[in-house]
Structure formats: structure tokens, C-alpha cells
């Protein structure tokens, strides 16, 4: 089997790194890839939202399977451009997708279907939202309240306001003044929700839905869960409080009624569907969905997957993840701290020297993400997240200590990270 890979984050490198222990693997390329994907698979330069180029690259090169790794390709209709030219692809179409692309769109099928998620309204008019804020604050509406730009913001387009001023701010930057551009022309007013989150992918052919192994994410930038919001600052598998039977009931009321209502909606959904869930008081609530594997999840989760990644994806894209055995788990644990550039999630420096990989113990996995190997052979920094460094151990508590004593022998200028991935895992 040749399989292409699109993108070049972490979990691209993670997708990588699976797939190559596939001994039905017989080449693998990445487009763009990263410094790390370079070591496993040959990089190839292709824009990933040049479909066009990207097709016509998989088609010439005779790949029997592309994955896509990233949302914003995946949102543009890149499956459809590789399946209206019959190349196998593992990524839903662009209609599938609009589960990411519009949080509007998602929302709505979640409500019709009955999906436990947050009471919303939507707007495309600033008045109009003004005026649902002054009806919700006059009739003794509670804060925080949630403001959400509809479109792909890159985790940057949620707004948690904790009064009306702050709420018409947030009206204000995403309508008027326009700070995502049309990302946020259309915003979701949304009831603020309680509890610990969680992340559960699941594998489906838009029919049949198989749950993979959950996971925590951090998205805010410092410890304690303070500072902006990033693309994930780490992430560890699996949490204590995803039992059996939470997940059994995630999968029944949520997963499989979402992949259900995606099919009645003429919009099949065939890929990775990622479930952002709030465990709450009344449930698991879903706080949005995600058409891609998620990042840094991914670098956690793959590595504890026994099963061949290589088949369940050619399931996936074939529509027949019925007749392939359901995955199976190393007991295994594993936690994943991010290393990032100086100033990320904002403006950060690139071409800084990266140094001591070869000095980790050789039970830490790297994957990596804004990296880049120079001709010389030197590896440089490249974007805001640089790396992922992944332990598994018999337990969270150990992956994490595995993580953190091997944390400081990497090393490049400004690098920052959070001393508090799995943390809650150890004391509570
Ligand atoms: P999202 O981009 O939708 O995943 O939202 C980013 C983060 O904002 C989530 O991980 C939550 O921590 C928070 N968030 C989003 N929606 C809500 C909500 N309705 N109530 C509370 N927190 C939320
Ligand atoms: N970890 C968050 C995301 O992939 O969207």
C-alpha cells in the first residue's frame, strides 16, 4: 500500500509514525510533512489546499490511500476533489465536514437530533445579537456566557464573557470590527457549561461508528489554565474519569445519533469524527465537533493502539469498518507535553536551533510539529508548537514523570512549555 499523508503538524508526524508499523505499508509520503515525517516518510512539497495539485500528485505517484490531517483542507472539499477523480481518500467531504467548518450547521443538527450539547442562538446581524443579549439580561440571564464565531478560527474563536460588557465585545470584535474575518460573520450566543472535558475520537464509514481511545487536551497556554488559547499545549490517555460506561453512553447518545443524523441530512460522514465533551452535571454534553484527528490527542492515543492503523483507515474509505475487528488498546498509558516558541499562541521566531534530541532516554517518543531540517542537516524551529514529547508507562501518573524528566534535556531559544500536563491525574 502507498499512502500519502496531508499536513505537517504533530499529528501528522504521530499519523506517520502508525501507519509505518503497518506491515502492509509499502511507501509513505507527507505533504507538506516536518523535519520529524522526513525521518519516517518522504516529504513532499504540495500546498494541501491546492487540491487540484494534490489529486493530481496521488494519482500519478499510484497512492492507494491518502489521509487528511488538517481541518481547513478538509472544509475547502478535498475528499470530494479526490473522490470525483476515484482516489481513495480517508477524510470527510466538504458538507461532512461543515460538522467543524460551521459550529451554526453543527449545532443545528445536534438540537434536531436530540444531541446533549449547550442551548445556543445564531446570528449573522450585530443588532440582532445585541438584542437577544438585552432580552437574556433583562429577564435575569446567568453569566459567563458563551460567544462563538462560527467559522474555522484555529481554537481562537471562542470568547468565554463573564458580564454584558464583555459579551458585547466579543459581538464587537467578531461582527464589526471583524478580528477572524468571515469566520466570524456568523457568531453563536451559548449557554456557558461546567465540568471536565474530554476528547473521543471515533473511526466512522458514516455508518458504523467505532470509538477510539479517550483523551485530555490542553488548550490554554500556561499552567493552571490561564493565558490565550492554543492549538494544545499537551494532552494524556486515558483520563480516570472516562469509564466504561461513560464512554458506552457517549457512543449511544451522542456518536452514533450524530453519525445517524449526518446520513439523513444527505451528509455521510466518513473519517475521524472528534467529540469535544463537557462532562456535566446532567452528562456528557457535546461542546463542538471536529473533523480530523485532533492535536496533540493524537500523539497520545496512537501510540497506545495495538491494532493496524493502515486497515482500520482503508475501512474507513472503502465503507465496509464493519468487517475489520474492532481496535485494541495497549493498557498502557501516555501522556504528551507540547514544546513551544517563544510568544506562540501569537507572532514567535523561526529558524532557532533545536538541540538534544539524541540525548532522551529511548522510551520517549518525539513527534514532530513546526520543525524543519536544513540542508545542512541541522534541525530548526519552524512554528509555534515545535515538538511533542510522548511517555506511555503503566500508568498517567508515570508517563508524565517519564515526560517531565526528559523534558529539559531539549532545548531552542524561548522555549516554553506546561509543567501541569496529567496533572490532575496524580493528586486527584
Ligand atoms: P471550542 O473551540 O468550541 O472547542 O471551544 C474552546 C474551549 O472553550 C472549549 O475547550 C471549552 O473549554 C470552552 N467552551 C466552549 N464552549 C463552551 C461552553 N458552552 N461552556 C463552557 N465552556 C465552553
Ligand atoms: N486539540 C484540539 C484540536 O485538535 O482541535
Not at 102 to 109: R, V
Not at 312 to 328: H, I, K, M, W, Y
Request: glycine letters at 10%; aromatic letters at 8%.
Amino acid at each position: 500500500m502507498r499512502v500519502l499523508v496531508i499536513g505537517g503538524g504533530a499529528r501528522e508526524h504521530a499519523l506517520c509514525w502508525a501507519l509505518s508499523r503497518s506491515p502492509r505499508l509499502t511507501a509513505l509520503y507527507c505533504a507538506p510533512g516536518n523535519g520529524g515525517t522526513g525521518e519516517i516518510a518522504e516529504n513532499v512539497t504540495l500546498d494541501p489546499m491546492d487540491f487540484a495539485a494534490c489529486a493530481e500528485w496521488a494519482a500519478r505517484n499510484a497512492i492507494d490511500l491518502t489521509i487528511v490531517g488538517p481541518d481547513d483542507p478538509l472544509g475547502g472539499g478535498i475528499a470530494d476533489v479526490f473522490i470525483a477523480r476515484g482516489l481513495r481518500v480517508f477524510g470527510p467531504s466538504a458538507a461532512a465536514a461543515r460538522i467543524e467548518s460551521s459550529k451554526a450547521w453543527a449545532k443545528d443538527l445536534m438540537l434536531r437530533a436530540g444531541i446533549p450539547t449547550a442551548h445556543a442562538a445564531r446570528f449573522t446581524d450585530r443588532a440582532a445579537a445585541g438584542a437577544h443579549l438585552d432580552h437574556y439580561d433583562q429577564s435575569g440571564g446567568a453569566y459567563p456566557v458563551v460567544i462563538k464565531a462560527s467559522g474555522l478560527a484555529a481554537g481562537k474563536g471562542v470568547v468565554i464573557a463573564p458580564d454584558p460588557t464583555a459579551a458585547r465585545t466579543a459581538l464587537d470584535d467578531l461582527m464589526v470590527a471583524g478580528t477572524l474575518g468571515a469566520a466570524g460573520h456568523e457568531v453563536l450566543i451559548e449557554d456557558y457549561l461546567e465540568g471536565p472535558e474530554l476528547s473521543l475520537f471515533a473511526l466512522t464509514d458514516g455508518e458504523y461508528v467505532v470509538p477510539l481511545a479517550p483523551a485530555c487536551d490542553y488548550k490554554r497556554a500556561y499552567d493552571g489554565d490561564h493565558g490565550p488559547n492554543t492549538g494544545g499545549m499537551g494532552a494524556y490517555s486515558p483520563p480516570a474519569f472516562a469509564t466504561p460506561d461513560l464512554l458506552a453512553e457517549i457512543a449511544a447518545r451522542i456518536l452514533r445519533p450524530t453519525v445517524r443524523a449526518m446520513a439523513a441530512a444527505g451528509a455521510p460522514f466518513r473519517g475521524l469524527l472528534y467529540a469535544g465533551l463537557m462532562l456535566t452535571r446532567d452528562g456528557p454534553y457535546v461542546i463542538e465537533f471536529n473533523a480530523r484527528f485532533g492535536d496533540p490527542e493524537t500523539q497520545v492515543v496512537l501510540p497506545r493502539l495495538q491494532s493496524d492503523l493502515l486497515d482500520l483507515c482503508l475501512a474507513v474509505a472503502d465503507g465496509r469498518l464493519d468487517s475489520v475487528a474492532p481496535p485494541t488498546w495497549t493498557p498502557e498509558a501516555a501522556c504528551g507535553v507540547v514544546l513551544a516558541s517563544a510568544g506562540y499562541p501569537g507572532p514567535f521566531e523561526k529558524g532557532l536551533p533545536i538541540t538534544g534530541l539524541d540525548t532522551l532516554d529511548s522510551d520517549i517518543r518525539v513527534f514532530h510539529a513546526g520543525t524543519r531540517r536544513q540542508p545542512d542537516g541541522a534541525l530548526v524551529t519552524s512554528g509555534g508548537r515545535v515538538l511533542t514529547l510522548v511517555a506511555t508507562a503503566p500508568t498517567v501518573a508515570a508517563a508524565r514523570a517519564r515526560v517531565y524528566a526528559n523534558i529539559d534535556r531539549v532545548y531552542f531559544s524561548g522555549v516554553h512549555y506546561r509543567t501541569d500536563i496529567a496533572a490532575r491525574e496524580v493528586t486527584g
